[in-house]
């Protein structure tokens, strides 16, 4: 099965700053990643699919890279609102994984 | 606006079943696949199954193979997870997400189970 990590697990930015979180897949996966963010206490929100596609409404300082096993997801100003967990998830092969997560607090 | 509803969580006993439901609205059910996609306590997301829009393709996740069923009725905009011989490893809460081709893209608020003795 498709393994998906994430790092970091955790990190800690102040607002207005630029934050990058890789995701590594344990084979090629093509483009075929999605984003979700998570706030602490409710369900994830769906951000970025295809590795770099936007879903409509989400804020553009969000953005995906990246191809074959390594992908990036960039806030390029982080804002308050952003605090929480951080997934990728490949859709290439089933069963479906999601990576570990990396958590985003505000210094 | 499109909303997904979770329900039947609650607290079980190792070795019994559960069965949750998920009830859509705002869309047309029977266009979407939906997934099962659990939390355990302090945990990241495990994605637990699939189902197709007709009902004719289901996946698994390997840790529930065997022990858990996904089904629908279209006609009640509705899909539901049988759950069985559940140990204490299935505790989580339980989210159902919609999918549109590849994005699962609307969430509901999950149904938390707790398997304890």
């Known amino acids: 099965d498709l393994q998906m990590t994430q790092f970091p697990s955790s990190l800690c930015a102040s607002v207005g700053d630029r934050v990058t979180i890789t995701c590594q897949a344990s084979?090629?996966?093509?483009?075929?990643l999605n984003w979700y963010h998570q706030k602490p206490g409710e369900a994830p929100k769906f951000l970025i699919y295809?590795?770099?596609n936007l879903e409509i409404g989400v804020p553009s300082r969000f953005s995906g890279s990246g191809s074959g096993t390594d992908f990036t997801l960039t806030i390029s100003g982080l804002q308050p609102e952003d605090i929480g967990t951080y997934y990728c998830?490949?859709?290439?092969?089933?069963?479906?994984?999601f990576g570990g997560g990396t958590k985003v607090e505000i210094k | 606006q499109v909303q997904l509803v979770e329900s039947g969580g609650g607290s079980v006993k190792p070795g019994r079943s559960l069965r949750l439901s998920c009830t859509a609205s705002?869309?047309?059910?029977?266009?979407?696949?939906i997934s099962w996609i659990r939390q355990a306590p302090g945990k990241g997301l495990e994605w637990v199954s699939y189902?197709?829009?007709?009902?004719?393709?289901?996946y698994y996740a390997d840790s529930v193979k065997g022990r858990f069923t996904v089904s629908r009725d279209n006609a009640k905009n509705s899909v539901y997870l049988q759950m069985s011989s559940l140990t204490v490893e299935d505790t989580a809460v339980y989210y159902c997400?919609?999918?549109?081709?590849?994005?699962?893209?609307?969430w509901g608020q999950g149904t938390l189970v707790t398997v304890s003795s």
């Open positions: 997400a919609r999918g549109a081709g590849p994005r699962l893209d609307y």
């Open positions: 084979q090629d996966i093509k483009r075929y």
């Open positions: 189902l197709s829009g007709g009902s004719t393709i289901d």
């Open positions: 998830q490949q859709y290439d092969k089933f069963p479906l994984s």
């Open positions: 295809d590795a770099s």
């Open positions: 705002g869309f047309t059910f029977s266009d979407h696949y």
